[in-house]
């Protein structure tokens, strides 16, 4: 989306066959599209929404390309509107043994500067620290307030609920949502031996007789949080509930998931999530689509936009 009311359109160049043929729509995927804007956008104030899912190069190449096509367009203001940061969880180098890995999330930070970015809205950062990886402004908008909400609507037993993070990492995720339900909360010590791939689980928390709710920002391969699930009820969890951010359910995820206790696996739609639902029925879906859409009408007309922070626009 450019702007309220515009279109852009990507129109990959014409390749000419010997046969005189279209050319295989398959090769023409994999080269680069050339982008126009449709309208004119000098002076306007534009918003180009680009989640970090599916085809994630793709995606990110296709984003900068039309955040330097306004821009060179002579737009006052360039904001990406990016619901799933790309490359998030790269945000660091964990271990001596890595330190020749990558900080991708600040290339990416870089990419989106250089190539003309005035403004950037996200969703649930893995790390916060991410906007310090920018020099212009960050807004990062949280799921928080939209999970309470979906918890008080649908989880009759909530006030007996008990929120688990399935990592130390979320302590402060599941404290404030514990604290905001008034109720307890628990976390999972998890200790891996490689990437996507957990070793052992410690439970510090009683849950026994109780509704856990495993909250996490994101869920990839799902290992984790099925391993979450089985500890919860050994350990005497009722029921066991996952709400999560961003699902990216790579892999085996859906079978896993099919496979788990779950009563749901709820995540938000800042990966579109249609596909997966098609292969699971426990996965259900929190639209965040007005969360977006009023921080976009807050940025425009220059309002605050922490009121998101800890409402739902209606």
């Known amino acids: 989306m450019v702007g309220a009311g515009r279109h852009l359109w990507i129109r990959p160049p014409q390749f000419p066959t010997l046969s005189g043929e279209a050319p295989d729509l398959s090769l023409v995927e994999k080269l680069l599209h050339s982008v126009e804007i449709g309208e004119s956008v000098r002076g306007e104030d534009v918003y180009i929404i680009q989640s970090g899912c599916g085809e994630i190069n793709d995606n990110l190449m296709e984003l900068l390309i039309m955040i330097n096509a306004c821009k060179i367009a002579s737009s006052s203001r360039v904001t990406a509107v990016i ?3 790309p490359y998030a969880r790269q945000d660091k180098k964990d271990k001596v043994g ?3 890995a990558p900080i991708s999330a600040k290339l990416v930070a870089n990419m989106l500067s250089v190539a003309g970015a005035d403004h950037i809205i996200t969703m649930d950062l893995h790390a916060s620290q991410i906007q310090g990886f ?9 799921a928080e307030p939209a999970v309470l909400q979906w918890i008080r609507e649908n989880i009759t037993e909530w006030r007996n609920c008990i929120i688990v993070s399935p990592d130390a990492g979320g302590a ?3 404290t404030s949502i514990a604290d905001r339900l008034n109720v307890e909360f628990a976390l999972i010590h998890k200790e891996r031996k490689k990437a996507n791939e957990v070793d052992r689980m410690v439970l510090v928390g009683d849950v026994k007789d109780r509704v856990a709710i495993l909250v996490d920002d994101m869920a990839d ?3 984790t949080i099925c391993h979450a699930a089985d500890k919860l009820l050994s350990a005497g969890a009722t029921k066991v509930y996952a709400i999560l951010t961003h699902g990216i359910f790579s892999g085996p995820a859906i079978s896993r998931i099919n496979n788990a206790a779950f009563e749901a696996v709820v995540v938000t739609n800042t990966i579109p999530q249609e596909d997966k639902m098609k292969h699971c029925s ?7 689509s007005m969360i977006l859409a009023e921080a976009i009408r807050r940025t425009h007309n220059g309002e605050s936009v922490s009121y998101l922070f800890s409402h739902v626009p209606l």
């Open 83 to 85: 619901p799933c940061f």
């Open 98 to 100: 890595e330190s020749r």
């Open 134 to 142: 920018f020099d212009i402004p960050v807004d990062n908008l949280y």
């Open 172 to 174: 402060k995720r599941v």
């Open 221 to 223: 391969t799902c290992g």
């Open 282 to 288: 426990k996965i259900q879906v929190i639209d965040i």
